[in-house]
């Protein structure tokens, strides 16, 4: 047994007995860590209330060698996850990265950038718009660290090139074999037996590969604002409340601008890519995980719902992607 200590974010809680909750908690330094939280339900205990799903907070637990429960005994929050109430599709889309990280990690397997990509996103979801780009960017950064970004770019099974870039009808279909995880060309979609082949389009691929650039641009800003706050925090001691607010403001300010800039990939593309993107990745991901997350049942009708701040993704309404292999 040993003590350790983590920055943690919340993806599975369930009630174990009258006190305690058993969690499942994606943390930075030692990937997923399943443990017990005992009396996390009493009116006191040392989780200060922190353990609601999605929060991030820095933990500390008991890790266990054998393969009972570790035990989680203090928990400091970070920030809770609480997207304001008309704020559907952030909510939403926060459930499906829980699950992403829940299903698709092994015990104690890091994934230090990953666990970086996904805290940014979920601070990004409560507080800011334009859930449908950030969600396409924690998915390329999710299948990337897994070592399952499909090939969008060249066949999966004989490796002709794709022409993406000089590919300008994005309604053009595409085959995509979501086992082997990648675009077939005609010659092998003739020859060869494919069991998860899906028909797809230009457009989504061009997203998909977009995507992942869009992911690690997010990383390098969400690292640079990591960096910003750790300098505030050096120099606060030195400097009045007021100046620290100051500082607090031009940090904001400079991060918004820089996380504006990694939108423009995904806002580049017309709304058709977009719905045939979500409708390809819904249906990769389900094979990847080996299980249909739980939150693709909603997610769709949520990034298609109305909101006055972004009219611009309500033609996503016309056709919600529901169907999986
Ligand atoms: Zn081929």
């Known amino acids: 047994m040993s003590l350790e200590k983590a920055d943690a974010l919340v993806v599975k809680s369930v009630y174990f007995s009258e006190s305690s909750l058993i969690l499942n908690v994606f ?30 907070i820095r933990l500390s637990f008991i890790k266990k060698n054998s393969d009972a429960l570790d035990v989680f005994t203090e928990a400091k929050l970070r920030r809770r996850f609480r997207p304001t109430s008309r704020n559907l599709r952030g909510l939403y889309a926060g459930y499906y990265v829980a699950e992403l990280l829940d299903f698709g990690t092994e015990d104690y397997e890091p994934f230090p950038d990953l666990w970086t990509l996904a805290d940014a996103t979920l601070e990004r979801f409560q507080f800011r718009e334009n859930v449908g780009a950030r ?33 300008t009808n994005l309604d053009r279909r595409i085959f995509f074999d979501v086992c082997s995880g990648g675009v077939v060309c005609t010659r092998c979609c003739e020859t060869k037996q494919h069991f998860g082949m899906v028909s797809t389009t230009v457009g989504a691929l061009k997203v998909f590969d977009a995507s992942l650039v869009g992911s690690e641009k997010t990383l390098d800003v969400a690292r640079t604002l990591e960096n910003w706050r750790r300098a505030l ?29 990694t939108l423009t990939l995904y806002e580049s593309f017309p709304p058709c890519a977009r719905v045939a993107y979500r409708d390809l990745v819904g249906k990769y991901v389900c094979q990847v995980l080996r299980r249909r997350p739980r939150s693709l049942d909603w997610l769709p009708f949520a990034l298609a719902r109305q909101s006055s701040k972004q009219p611009e993704e309500s033609t996503l309404e016309a056709q919600p992607s529901g169907s999986t292999p």
């Open 27 to 56: 943390t930075r330094e030692m990937g997923k860590v399943r443990g017990i939280a005992k009396g996390a339900r009493r009116l006191k205990n040392p989780f200060e209330t922190s353990l609601d799903l999605l929060a991030s």
């Open 135 to 167: 969600l396409a960017y924690f998915e390329a950064g999710f299948l990337k660290a897994l070592g399952l970004f499909p090939s969008v770019r060249a066949c999966v099974d004989c490796g002709e090139k794709l022409p993406l870039d000089r590919m």
């Open 233 to 261: 925090e050096e120099e606060a001691t030195g400097i009045s409340s007021i100046a620290r607010l100051e500082r607090e403001a031009q940090i904001r300010q400079a991060f918004e601008a820089l996380d504006d800039e």
